[in-house]
């Protein structure tokens, strides 16, 4: 009797199965799919790492130096995740460039690139902060795993304690929202 109601069991998910392919008109095996997060948000918190010259990548020493960091945070594509990134900085205009980041999702261990536009930090020596003066544009640049070959675009701001100002290292943070693509 239990094998006659298990064999029943896998008959009618078999037949629930089937009548879902027929009604849509294609199986998975067929169609390309392409998944399309719109919603594609989280934060971060990242401490400092280092600061050391890097001629090739950023420019003339002291005026710009290499900043690398390391974090964690949570988005909505693959949950909480850890995060490395560094960025050129140039100390005389407070100019941002060539930022790349690799987030590394802890569930499942793909990987997301994330490269963003050069920006301008705002600078309030009043309460010792350094942010972004608006919005900055960036873009999901590949991946691994589950994420390979990932694209898409967004706006983040960052939030960090201005560490010059009153010697005190926090962690810094960053929001962002877009939209990541995956092949």
């Not at 009548?19 to 199986?27: E, K, L, N, P």
């Not at 390309?32 to 989280?42: A, D, I, L, Q």
């Not at 590394?104 to 309460?127: C, H, K, L, M, R």
């Not at 304690?161 to 995956?182: D, H, K, R, Y």
Request: aromatic fraction near 8%; charged fraction near 10%.
């Amino acid at each position: 009797m239990r094998i006659k109601l298990i064999l029943t069991s896998l008959a009618l998910a078999a037949l629930i199965t089937g009548a879902g392919y027929v009604i849509s008109g294609t199986s998975a095996a067929a169609a390309p799919s392409t998944r399309v997060n719109p919603h594609y948000k989280g934060a971060s918190a990242f401490n400092l790492a280092g600061v050391a010259p890097n001629v090739a990548r950023c420019g003339a020493f002291p005026e710009n130096i290499e900043l690398s960091f390391t974090g964690q945070g949570i988005d909505t594509e693959g949950g909480l995740n850890t995060a490395v990134f560094s960025a050129c900085t140039n100390t005389t205009t407070n100019e941002v460039f060539d930022l790349k980041a690799i987030d590394t999702y802890v569930g499942s261990g793909d990987t997301v690139s994330i490269e963003a536009d050069s920006f301008v930090q705002a600078i309030d020596p009043v309460n010792c902060t350094a942010t972004t003066a608006h919005s900055v544009p960036f873009r999901v640049t590949g991946g691994t795993g589950g994420h390979a070959g990932a694209s898409g675009t967004g706006r983040f701001n960052l939030y960090s304690n201005l560490t010059p100002c009153n010697g005190q290292t926090p962690p810094a943070f960053v929001s962002f929202e877009g939209m990541i693509q995956v092949p």
